[in-house]
């Protein structure tokens, strides 16, 4: 493990040196180097590496790799679950929407809050009950197990992809404007700082990293928005009232139509969001940790507390970013005539909105500061990310269907292998992606997992009638429905691809292939009158008492 970490560091400071040379050759074209960040930042890399030292030590099976031994407190996990929520996306995409178009950038915010309470009241329990380290085991509590393992595993893996584009996006980003970096550079040092971080440390080391930049990220956060407060004399009146005045847009940054022109749109992103929630595979995980269902609920009453402070938070800092950055153009890319677009030309585009302000309130301290916790939120949830990935290989895949009674030791070794190629992909899929918006991308991982991983695991739990036949054709109908259509729409055909139009109007699907999901379970269980599909409604009762009880579910393990 020390070389590898003295491997990737001694690539850091090589690229960074060579970076400063090029920058110098070409008269400063390159951001400046900022010593503070620098310096924060490796506090925090050194710190966190630390942190999965001890945890490597603490990982001695399978369950502990997962699952941390099921041995997180509810106020712990909740805090971890705010931790891996409060993604790149959330900090510097939904402010960067804000500080964009005003208004419309709540949509992301509210839209992904009020998916909580379906956590709570439908899933938390239940999953925490019925399943062990993945939600393909709640899903194939009762159904066949080769096929509804290979579909979630699918699932699970195609919204890890988009998921992992935004937080790569994010961080090659920051790590740029912090060090001048080439953008390549940056998302490589992300990738592999990420693949260490899971392949030592696992769960318990993605927990604790979790739980530390959530505290940081909400303290630093609380601060920025404080001092934008203050300046207004705690007037929040007096805030909106200079941001119409400063932004381009005027009047129209308070109402809607911004960025999501009609209602088709709006409501489908809105779906997304909503549910997609509740089938995010590296949330889902979470519920795994903890001791019992208790516990489980536990943790989605706190992390809705923290997790709705935070978006408060980013909507504040959004409006300061408008009325402290765009009249000063020392944040700005300059034309010839020394004139800039208020919204295009932000240095490191708009996505920067919130770690420009932290200079502009606090100083280089306090960019320092916030550039570190920015790039630790990206870090931990990128290791969620791809230990949910890695876990839908070797778990849900490998152990229960290609090499049934495989070893723990051997599992969570394939586990390990699975981080590493998941590391590399992300790592080439973050380069493709360079110039999407991190939160309009993780939009799209939430409409994929809102229309293939939401839709089974509600049908599979709560109506008798699902067959296995049923959720396969449901799922995959829902699955390639939302990545269809994702390919199809503007945001890929045309902005990325470069074709003149797009076949598909709308860059969320999430309104049909939802339905189109809940439509196939639905219908094809309905004509399913096979032997399993007999057995399939036999074990309803016996799950529907374990999921409601928590009889027979495992507990956490003893260290």
């Known amino acids: 493990m020390t070389r590898i970490l003295f491997a990737v560091a001694l690539f850091a400071l090589d690229a960074l040196a060579s970076t400063q040379a090029a920058g110098t050759i070409e008269g400063g074209g390159r951001q400046a180097l900022n010593l503070p960040a620098v310096i924060m930042f490796f506090v925090f890399v050194a710190f966190t590496l630390v942190v999965t030292g001890w945890a490597a030590r603490r990982t001695r099976s399978a369950a502990d790799f997962y699952a941390a031994g099921g041995g997180i407190t509810g106020l712990q996990n909740g805090m971890a679950i705010a931790g891996d929520y409060m993604s790149a996306a959330s900090f510097l995409g939904i402010s960067g929407l804000v500080f964009a178009s005003g208004f419309d950038g709540l949509i992301y915010s509210v839209g992904w809050l009020v998916g909580w309470p379906i956590i709570l009241f439908l899933i938390a329990e239940r999953l925490r009950n019925l ?11 009762r159904l066949q197990q080769t096929p509804i393992r290979m579909l979630s595993a699918l699932g699970t893996l195609s919204v890890v992809a988009f998921y992992l584009i935004a937080q790569m996006v ?11 970096l080439p953008y390549l550079y940056a998302v490589i040092i992300v990738g592999a700082l990420m693949i260490v971080y899971v392949a030592f440390g696992g769960m318990v080391a993605t927990t604790w990293v979790q739980i530390i930049k959530a505290g940081l990220l909400l303290g630093g956060a609380t601060f920025m928005a404080l001092m934008v407060m203050v300046t207004f004399g705690f007037s929040p009146e007096a805030l909106f009232k200079a941001a119409v005045d400063i932004h381009p847009k005027k009047l129209s940054i308070m109402a809607p139509g911004n960025l999501v ?5 709006a409501v489908s992103l809105g779906l997304a969001l909503m549910f997609g929630t509740a089938g995010l595979p590296h949330i889902l995980m979470r ?3 903890v001791a019992d269902a208790r516990a489980a609920r536990k943790s989605v009453f706190y992390a809705t507390g923290f997790i709705g402070y935070f978006y408060i938070l980013t909507f504040i800092i959004g409006f300061g970013a408008i ?12 034309n010839a005539s020394g004139s800039y677009n208020k919204i295009t030309d932000l240095i490191g585009g708009s996505n920067m909105a919130a770690v420009h302000l932290a200079n502009a309130v606090g100083g280089p301290l306090f960019l320092g500061f916030i550039s570190a916790v920015a790039f630790a939120t990206i870090l931990a949830v990128v290791a969620g990310l791809t230990l949910a990935g890695a876990s839908a290989v070797s778990h849900d895949l490998f152990a229960s269907v290609f090499a049934k009674g495989l070893s723990e030791e051997r599992e969570v070794g394939i586990s390990k292998l699975s981080a590493i190629v998941i590391g590399i992909v992300a790592i080439i899929l973050g380069y493709v992606f360079e110039n999407q918006n991190v939160a309009f991308m993780v939009g799209l991982a939430f409409a994929v997992a809102a229309s293939c991983n939401f839709p089974v695991l509600v049908m599979s739990v709560f109506w008798k009638g699902t067959s296995t036949r049923g959720v396969v054709i449901g799922g995959l109908l829902g699955l390639v429905s939302a990545v269809g259509m994702v390919v199809l729409s503007p945001a890929v055909w045309v902005k990325t691809i470069g074709f003149a139009k ?26 399913d009158a096979s032997k399993r599909a007999a057995t399939d409604r036999s074990g309803f009762e016996a799950q529907y008492i374990r999921s409601e009880t928590g009889i027979g579910a495992a507990g956490a393990l003893a260290h």
Do not use: C, H, Q, R
């Not at 980003?173 to 912090?178: A, F, G, H, T």
């Not at 022109?261 to 749109?265: A, G, T, Y």
């Not at 009325?323 to 890319?333: A, G, I, Q």
């Open 131 to 141: 399943g062990k380290y993945t939600f393909a085991d709640v899903t194939s509590f």
């Open 170 to 180: 994010g961080a090659g980003k920051l790590i740029e404007l912090l060090f001048g």
């Open 261 to 265: 022109s009609d209602p088709v749109s």
């Open 287 to 289: 519920f795994f940790t």
């Open 323 to 334: 009325t402290f950055l765009m009249n000063d153009p020392s944040y700005y890319k300059l």
């Open 502 to 527: 797009a076949p598909f109007p709308y860059d969320n699907p999430a309104l049909f292939s939802i339905a189109i999901a809940f439509g196939g379970i639905w219908l094809f269980s309905k004509l």
